[in-house]
């Protein structure tokens, strides 16, 4: 099963600066191999549903393990049976139409 | 690792009524030994992150077997090293400081 | 409009214990005539769009007013034209499916 | 206050297409002259509280009245009070750590 995702992680307990968190976050999702797109409250993420849960447990995992005493993230999920679709099929079929 | 989530599952293309649906991931939820509260705008879940996670991936796949053609979703996770927490424990500590 | 909406308020730079902020969040939601649902994730609000708004927003100014330098919030937000429903009709409607 | 927010709006009950009626919200948003990036699961915008909020508003309402019968959104909210910060600076911060 594909997913389209979209995670946004809050560390808590470690300031107001988060940038260097939520790179490592990045550089996790990077490794996994999944086709990915930061914006300004969260990162896209598109692949396997099991393989982009995976990456996003290691960055609980990593960030814990950075000294992170607690987190709280969010995800949007998406995932369709009618058809295959991307990220940028996704961006497309709203520009298209403005 | 252990995970309080709050899940809102959306079904998309299967009209306005969506109780029987979110009935059906409930019923997931709780076959799969998960601590749960139902409210009116998705369901707190409490348990072990792979057990928490296994379930949630039910549902989706469960909805679609069922036809539902697309499915939206967001998830609200909070892990923490500092100190075991329970959702009980969560809604305590608002409700004694009111 | 009416609007059901579920609201999650994250303070950032305040250490980890936040159940005191969002006591103070829950009296203003109170304060405010909302009906409300206070569960381990957020909290259900109901009422008239620009009632729950003002009250959100007065959330946030008021966790700024104690010294919370930053803020991250989530909001789910419901509304139809098809019927009315409360908070109490949804949880209904999946609970007698069970 | 300033707030950085990321809306994702999810009609309901017209099908699994969803791109033309998002269309609509992007048109919106940038004639209530925010900051905005469309992304792949949602629209980050930039801009005063009020005018963010008023904006989000007349999307539900403009969708409502092209005929939708439920709508389910999703926001993320940011607001601090330590320094000024714009969608760019938030990307650049993290970018720049990669």
């Not at 099963?1 to 995670?7: G, H, L, N, T």
């Not at 992680?9 to 490794?31: F, N, Q, T």
């Not at 396997?48 to 969010?74: N, Y």
Request: hydrophobic share 40%; proline share 2%; with cysteine.
């Amino acid at each position: 099963m594909k997913v389209i995702a979209d995670i946004c992680v809050v560390p808590i307990g470690v300031g107001v600066s988060l940038g260097s968190y939520i790179a490592v976050c990045e550089k996790i999702l990077i490794d996994a191999g999944l086709q990915l797109h930061l914006h300004g409250y969260g990162t896209n993420v598109e692949g396997e549903w099991d393989q982009v849960m995976r990456a996003f447990k290691d960055c609980h995992e990593a960030l814990h393990d950075m000294g992170v005493p607690r987190i709280s993230s969010t995800i949007r999920l998406g995932t369709r049976t009618d058809r295959e679709q991307t990220i940028e099929d996704k961006i497309r079929s709203v520009e298209e139409k403005l």
